[in-house]
Each structure stands twice: as structure tokens, then as C-alpha cells.
């Protein structure tokens, strides 16, 4: 694995959407936990607030109104009082009143000048006027007033017919005087027949109205405190925001003044006249018939609300800023361990072994970094003895390769040694073999008796060095796999007798009986070596004529099922039961001694093993101390070139 | 069971062998039988010797100087003159397996060193006996004997 391909295979950090990352997670949570209380509480309190503020708004209003409404009866009582005190002085009001015409100047005169002395000592009386049941002014403070008609005026008609003799006038406006008017009476009675002769009546100064309407002392920037006419609905007070409306049309209503000018009192948050919310107190004063209403808008009421509002709007930006940089905080305190663990794993994934993730604080994620540190150490330390194992590994590889390439060659060079020697040996063998044999024949004139003998023991022994070199060098081929097996067709039965007659001398000599038996069963063809099938054969005969002193050497060929052995059955020495184990193996006799009695390498009955083996067959020896030897090779049965499916029992050797 | 003395009577055969000794050896065991030889010291002197005498048969060692038995071999049967003539080794590479070479490339016979007189005829006759070309003339010697 390349290092890109590591690297590209590591999710990193940068990887993960924002809204999926611990640290936005943590600052959202920091956030809304700081600010959903905040904004509960706040709105609790506000609501509260607001109430209480309602409560103690109307509590003042209706405090402020109750106060307005006193002083305005105070200051109505404070004139009628005056009124009838002045009316104590009956006698000369009746003088003016029921007098003659000359006496009545004279008299009308006396009460002018007495109402004028009492209007300049009392200020809250603009001017008086005794008028007769018919409405004629008799006499005035203000000399104008005097001859004049005041029938038409609204209040002489209920002047006259008030019940208790008093009658206060609701304000109205007197257009003629082009001014707001509030009069006073009180019925003059006869002196001597209480009948009621005339009516005093008592100007009063409306600016005092004015006045205690206008003191907005505890109403703020827009409380007010105003009069409106029950007549018409027009301010008989002036207002702080509309002109004073002494005009007849104009009409000025709200929930206030409608429900006071129709007789109830009550407080509530309503639209004032100008379209305005305010907190209004409303009661009809109905001496005046008028409406008091004591008002002051909602946005000043309810400023503190504002001002609370809007701090608690800071404090919540205040909260969630806090909020958020303790989330911050705690979310890079969570997430920056994690972040560098993340990007020391990919820097480890890349191939750099040595990189540690950095121990910040003492938490969970410092444990975990320390686990994965350790981990890492583990890592490495496994590498780096992998490492060296792969190292020792191909080191012995090389090893092995080179030592594998000098037994090869050690192996090429035994062979061709061999090849040379067994060359070089026969060579002069065949020189030696060949003239004596040449001698032995005769074929250059007859030797005495002496001579013939020394010759063919030079024969002999030639023979036997021959057949020496010739073992030592089949069994070295074997070895080194050098040996190849032929399959040609052959018939078993011409090879025995072929076999027959290539020992048959060794019996003759030996003066032993040499049996062949041949199986009639035994196909007339088959397939394999014959020259190495005759090896095995004639190595198992000269044995048994080497080992047999008197007796029978059987030669036994037979066909059983898909095999077919060769059997060499003798009456020789025997071969003891501890010694059969090894009679197979190379070099070995029974007697190993070198006194032993008969000759050989001891080579013959491995080489016929190994070849048997090749052949895939079996070599077994069955023997008896003293009575003799059956030596059995069994091969598979071959027919044809075809190769058949194993029986099972032999095994087919590999074809060359 | 021994050979009559005159069974290769009237047979030429070419020998060639490098070995002093071993060509003494053949050809004394071949001129007892009755044959009429030649000999050659390497391959090259062979191919010579086969260019005015033409044998029955040829008995070649394997390992030569200046030519050796493979060549031989490989020549003579790459000469049309002469392609028609039987080759027999007679070798001291007695090695499991080099039979089957020898017969590879080309030889129709093969006989191992050290030889002795009886092995030497008697493997010679059975080559002589096998091969097509010769069954006749055996019948007849044989007859004649």
C-alpha cells in the first residue's frame, strides 16, 4: 500500500459535516441551554412585570382621579359656599327685587356695588347676577350685564326650578362671550312670603377649572388629567395634546369618555381620543356632567418594560455569546484531542511510525490518546521485529539459494564425476578383461596349467572390480534422480528364459538345481523396462547362487489379480530375523565383519529396492536361518501404454 | 553353445576406437571369428576409412578425440553413401541411462565395456541377428555351417 493510498483511505477530521462535528454540537447545546432559561425567566418576569406595572399604573391613576375629583367638589363646595353666604344678605337682594321703580334704582344699585365689592375680594367668582323669575338681570357685579335677558341662558330654567333653591350649571360655552361658562345659583326668596323672587347667580372662573386639571403632577411626560363635556363631547378642560376644544363641533370620544358620560366609572387600557393606548381612569362627575379622565400612555406605563426588554435582550446576547465561547471551550477541549488523535492515526496510517498523539489535560480523551500512544509503541515495536524477521527471513532465503545452488551444482559435479569415472574405470578394465578373456578362450594358443589359472584369476577379480564400479555408480545415479525408466512392450515369459540361461552357468558351477516356473496366466505381453526388470531379477539369483552352498534355486514368475511378482526362493544360509530391517539398505550384509565369508558391496539389494520402488512396485523377503530365503518383487500389471486408474494395491510410476 | 569359429566369415566391419589396448582386444576377437576389419582412431578417420571401405558394420567408441561417437554417428547417417550402415557403440559409458541415448541418437546397437570374448559375440550376433538387413544372410551362414 502506497503512502497516498493510506492517506486517502483515513477519514480525516475535515471530512465530517459541520453540523455532524462535537465542537458545533457542543456550542448549539451551550447555546440553548443558556438561553431558553433566560428567555423563560425573562418572559415570566415581564409578564409579571407587566401586570404589576397595570396594577400600580391604574392603583395611581385612580389615586390622581380620586384626587382631581375631590378638588374639583372641594373647590365647587368652596363656591356655593360663598354664594349662599352672599344670598345671607336677603333683605337687600329683596329690596332690589320687589321695590318701586325709583326705590328700585336706588336698591339695584346698593346690590351692585355690594356684588362688586364681594367679586373683587373673591377671585374664584368671576361675577354675579340677581336676575327675576323672568330671566331680567336686575343687578350685576359687572355693569354690563345689567337690563339684559339671561332666559335664554341654559341654566335659567333650571336656576328657577331648583328643587333645594341651589343649582350648579354643567360648564357650556356662551358663544356671545365666546368663552366657557360655569355658573352658580341659589333662589332668592320673599322675605315675608318665602316665595322665590328672584335668582342669584355666581360666574365662576373656569381657569381654576383649568387649573386643577392642568397640574399633571405625578402623570409623567404624557399622563393628563381632562374635563370632557357631557353636552357635546368637547374638552372643558385643555387637553395636552389637542387644542382646548371650546367649539361645538367638536366631538371627542373614546372607550373612556363614552362609558363615563354614560354614568360608569371604571379603569381600564384602552385607545384614548387620539387613537393613542394608554391606561385610563374614567368617572363621571356628575355635578359637572362631564367625563374626568385621568390617562397616561402605555408606551410611558410600560417604558420599564421596554428598558427591562431590551436589557434582557443584551443579556441574552450576552448569554448565548458567553455560552457559546464556553462551547467553544469545551467543544476544542473535546474535539482538538480527538482532531490531533485523528490526524496522528492518518500520519501513522501514512507510513510515519513515529508520530505520537499529543497528552493535553487529564480527561477521558488524554486516556484515549495515551491508550492509542501506546498502541502506536506496540505497532512499532511489532514492525520493527517484523521488519527483522523479514530481514532474517530473506537473508536465510539468500542463504538457502545459494547453499540450494552449490548442492545443485555439488550434485551436477558428483554426476559428471561419476559419468568420468565409470568411463575412465571400464577403460582400462576392458583392456584387462578382454585380453585375459582372450586367453581363457584360447584364441591365442594354449596356456599350461599354472599360467590358466593366475589368468583367470585376474579374469575373475576383473569381474568383480567391474561389477563393484558398476553398483556403486547405478545406486549414485539413482540417487540423484538421474534415472530414467523406459516403457517398452515385453514378454515376461522370454525374459525368464533368457534369465534362465544367463545364470544357468552359476548353477552348473555350484552343482545346484535351478528351477523356472512361469505362470500360464502370465500375459505373453507387457509393458515396462525389461533390462531393469532382468537387473532385479538377476540380482536377486546371483545372490541366492552366492548364498545357497547345496540345494534349489526357484525362479517363480506369477500373475496375481493386476501385479505379477517375481519370486527367488533358495535353501541357503537364511537371513536372521534382526537383520531383515536392514538387508535393503546401502553398503550393509549380514556379517559386516572382515573375516565375513561371502563377497560383495552389499549395494545389489538396495539398487533392486529403489528400482522396484520406481517401478512402483514392492520388494518383501521371507526367510529362515539355516533353511533358506524367498525374496518377492511385486509390479503392477501393465497391459497397455495406456496409462489405467491406480488399482489401489500398486501404485503406477511416473513416466519419463 | 559357443559361436563357430568362422560365424563372422566373410562380415567387413569398420572399428573405431581410440584405445590402443581395446582396438588390439576387438579386433583380435573379431579376426578369431572370421572377420574382415578396418580400424580408425577417431570419428574423422572413420568417415576416412568409409571412403574406401564400405563395411556391414561399424563399431564405434563413444568418447573420442577430434571426433567423437555422437558426430560419427550423426554424420554417417547424414551421408546418403554411407546412411544405410548399422552403427554399434561399444562404450565404457555403462551408466543407467546411456543405453537409451546411445539408441537416440542414432545407434542401432549398444555393447558396454569391459568386454569379454563370449559376452562381446555373443551381444554382436544378437544385434547382427535383430537387424532387418541381415536376418537372410544368417539363415544362409547358417545353413552353410
Not at chain 1, 483511505?9 to 441551554?33: D, G, K, W
Request: hydrophobic share 40%.
Amino acid at each position: 500500500m502506497t503512502e497516498q493510498a493510506a492517506i486517502d483511505q483515513v477519514e480525516t477530521s475535515q471530512n465530517v459535516p459541520i453540523r455532524n462535528r462535537i465542537s458545533f454540537r457542543l456550542i448549539l447545546t451551550n447555546i440553548f441551554l443558556a438561553v431558553v432559561p433566560v428567555a423563560l425567566i425573562t418572559a415570566l418576569v415581564l409578564a409579571l412585570l407587566t401586570n404589576q406595572i397595570e396594577t400600580d399604573t391604574l392603583s395611581d391613576l385612580d389615586a390622581l382621579a380620586g384626587q382631581k375629583a375631590v378638588r374639583l367638589e372641594e373647590w365647587l363646595d368652596a363656591n356655593t359656599t360663598t354664594l349662599r353666604v352672599v344670598t345671607e344678605s336677603n333683605i337687600i337682594f329683596n329690596n332690589a327685587l320687589t321695590a318701586s321703580n325709583a326705590n328700585q334704582t336706588i336698591a339695584a344699585g346698593v346690590v351692585t356695588r355690594y356684588l362688586g365689592q364681594i367679586a373683587e375680594t373673591d377671585p374664584k367668582i368671576v361675577s354675579f347676577i340677581l336676575y327675576d323669575l323672568d330671566g331680567r338681570v336686575i343687578s350685576a357685579s359687572d355693569q354690563r350685564f345689567i337690563g339684559r335677558l339671561v332666559n335664554r341662558q341654559p341654566y335659567f330654567a333650571n336656576s328657577v326650578n331648583a328643587p333645594d333653591d341651589l343649582h350648579i350649571e354643567p360648564p357650556f360655552f356662551d358663544i356671545s362671550e365666546n368663552a366657557l361658562v360655569l355658573v352658580v345659583t341659589d333662589i332668592i326668596e320673599d322675605l315675608e312670603t318665602d316665595e322665590p323672587i328672584g335668582v342669584l347667580a355666581a360666574y365662576l372662573d373656569t381657569d381654576t377649572l383649568s387649573d386643577i386639571m392642568i397640574d399633571r403632577t405625578g402623570l409623567g411626560e404624557t399622563g393628563e388629567t381632562y374635563l370632557v363635556s357631557g353636552e357635546n363631547n368637547y374638552f372643558l378642560t385643555p387637553s395636552r395634546f389637542a387644542a382646548q376644544g371650546f367649539t361645538q363641533n367638536r366631538a371627542y370620544r373614546s372607550t373612556g369618555i363614552d362609558s363615563a358620560l354614560n354614568g360608569q366609572d371604571g379603569e381600564s387600557l384602552y385607545n384614548d381620543y387620539r387613537g393613542v393606548p394608554v391606561i385610563g381612569n374614567y368617572r363621571y362627575i356628575a355635578s359637572l356632567d362631564s367625563a374626568l379622565l385621568t390617562e397616561i400612555n402605555q408606551s410611558e406605563a410600560f417604558e420599564v418594560i421596554e428598558t427591562v426588554r431590551l436589557s434582557v435582550r443584551y443579556s441574552v446576547l450576552i448569554a448565548m455569546a458567553v455560552a457559546a465561547s464556553v462551547g467553544v471551550w469545551n467543544a476544542l477541549s473535546i474535539s482538538r484531542p480527538i482532531s490531533d488523535l485523528t490526524t496522528t492515526a492518518t500520519r501513522i496510517a501514512s507510513g510515519k511510525l513515529e508520530e505520537r498523539a499529543p497528552r493535553l489535560g487529564n480527561n477521558e480523551v488524554t486516556v484515549l490518546a495515551t491508550t492509542f500512544n501506546t498502541m502506536a509503541d506496540t505497532l512499532t515495536h511489532t514492525l520493527t521485529d517484523l521488519d527483522h524477521k523479514v530481514t532474517e527471513i530473506a537473508q536465510a532465503n539468500d542463504k538457502l539459494r545459494v547453499a540450494n545452488a552449490k548442492v545443485r551444482e555439488a550434485a551436477r559435479l558428483k554426476s559428471e564425476f561419476l559419468a568420468n569415472m565409470s568411463h575412465e574405470l571400464r577403460t582400462p578394465l576392458n583392456a584387462i578383461i578382454g585380453f585375459t578373456g582372450i586367453m581363457l578362450e584360447g584364441f591365442s594358443g594354449e596356456m599350461d596349467d599354472e599360467a590358466r589359472h593366475m589368468t583367470s584369476r585376474v579374469y575373475e577379480n576383473s569381474q568383480n572390480l567391474l561389477r563393484l564400479i558398476n553398483e556403486v555408480l547405478d545406486i549414485a545415479k539413482i540417487e540423484s534422480g538421474r534415472l530414467d525408466l523406459v516403457r517398452t512392450a515385453f514378454d515376461p515369459h522370454a525374459l525368464a528364459r533368457q534369465w534362465q540361461s544367463s545364470v544357468g552357468i552359476l548353477a552348473e558351477q555350484k552343482g545346484l538345481r535351478f528351477v523356472v516356473e512361469v505362470d500360464a496366466k502370465l500375459p505373453k505381453k507387457l509393458y515396462g523396462d525389461p533390462e531393469r526388470i532382468g537387473q532385479l531379477a538377476l540380482n536377486l539369483l546371483s545372490n541366492a547362487f552366492k548364498f545357497t552352498d547345496s540345494g534349489t534355486v526357484t525362479l517363480n514368475l506369477v500373475n496375481i489379480g493386476k501385479s505379477w511378482c517375481i519370486s527367488v526362493r533358495d535353501t541357503g544360509i537364511g537371513i536372521p530375523a534382526h537383520a531383515k530391517e536392514y538387508i535393503f539398505d546401502e553398503f550393509r550384509q549380514v556379517d559386516g565383519s572382515s573375516r565375513r565369508a561371502y563377497g560383495g558391496t552389499g549395494l545389489g539389494l538396495a539398487i533392486t529396492r529403489k528400482l522396484v520402488l520406481m517401478m512402483g512396485g514392492t520388494i518383501s523377503v521371507d526367510s529362515e536361518p539355516g533353511k533358506g530365503s524367498e525374496f518377492i518383487i511385486t509390479l503392477p500389471l501393465i497391459e497397455s501404454l495406456e496409462p489405467r486408474e491406480s488399482s489401489g494395491e500398486v501404485a503406477l510410476p511416473a513416466l519419463p | 553353445m559357443k559361436p563357430n569359429k568362422d560365424i563372422l566369415k566373410g562380415w567387413k566391419l569398420l572399428i573405431v576406437e581410440d584405445e590402443p589396448d581395446n582396438l588390439d582386444v576387438i579386433g583380435r576377437i573379431l579376426n578369431h571369428f572370421g572377420a574382415t576389419i578396418e580400424t580408425a582412431t577417431d570419428g574423422k578417420e572413420g568417415l576416412a576409412a568409409l571412403e574406401r571401405f564400405t563395411p556391414d558394420v561399424i563399431i564405434s567408441d563413444i568418447s573420442m578425440p577430434v571426433m567423437d561417437g555422437w558426430e560419427f554417428c550423426y554424420t554417417v547417417q547424414n551421408t546418403p553413401a554411407i546412411a544405410h550402415i548399422p552403427l554399434i557403440a561399444l562404450t565404457a559409458h555403462a551408466m543407467l541411462g546411456d543405453r537409451e541415448r546411445a539408441l537416440a541418437a542414432g545407434f542401432s546397437g549398444y555393447i558396454t565395456k569391459p568386454i569379454t570374448p563370449g559376452t562381446f559375440i555373443t551381444q554382436l550376433l544378437e544385434h547382427l541377428q535383430m537387424h532387418p538387413s541381415f536376418k537372410d544372410r544368417f539363415h544362409s551362414s547358417a545353413s552353410q555351417a
